[in-house]
């Protein structure tokens, strides 16, 4: 059974950083488009960064430049690495893989899985 599971999260203060990592089983990532969203209850789920099968990767106007989406094919994972965050980056991260590369432009999956999240609170 695909599996993906988020892992990193936790509480850490304004300007600090954070690594999550999106592992996998049953489910190759270097052949799929990866995807982190956030979510803040009574909100929609924001598309956050996103990462093709070619290496090529997408940012959000809110976190471009303070996070950085990586694979490690050896671990079958994708990470977030997240930098300078600030309260408002405080949300519920999950991970999504889906074999369309249009997932980075319109972040939304087409056949793909999701994880469960991880959350993530940023202290002022």
């Known amino acids: 059974q695909v599996q993906l599971v988020e892992s990193g999260g936790g509480l850490v203060q304004f300007g600090g950083s954070l690594r999550l990592s999106c592992a996998a089983s049953?489910?190759?990532?270097?052949?799929?488009?990866i995807a982190w969203f956030r979510q803040v209850p009574g909100k929609e789920r924001e598309g956050v960064s996103c990462?093709?099968?070619?290496?090529?990767?997408y940012y959000s106007d809110s976190v471009k430049g303070r996070f950085t989406i990586s694979r490690e094919s050896a671990n079958n994972t994708v990470y977030l690495q997240m930098n300078a965050l600030k309260p408002e980056d405080t949300a519920v991260y999950y991970c999504?893989?889906?074999?369309?590369?249009?997932?980075?432009?319109?972040?939304?999956?087409?056949?793909?899985?999701w994880g469960h999240g991880t959350q993530v609170t940023v202290s002022s």
């Open positions: 999504a893989a889906d074999p369309e590369w249009r997932l980075c432009l319109s972040y939304t999956l087409s056949s793909g899985y």
């Open positions: 990462i093709m099968a070619d290496g090529s990767t």
């Open positions: 049953e489910l190759i990532l270097d052949y799929y488009t």
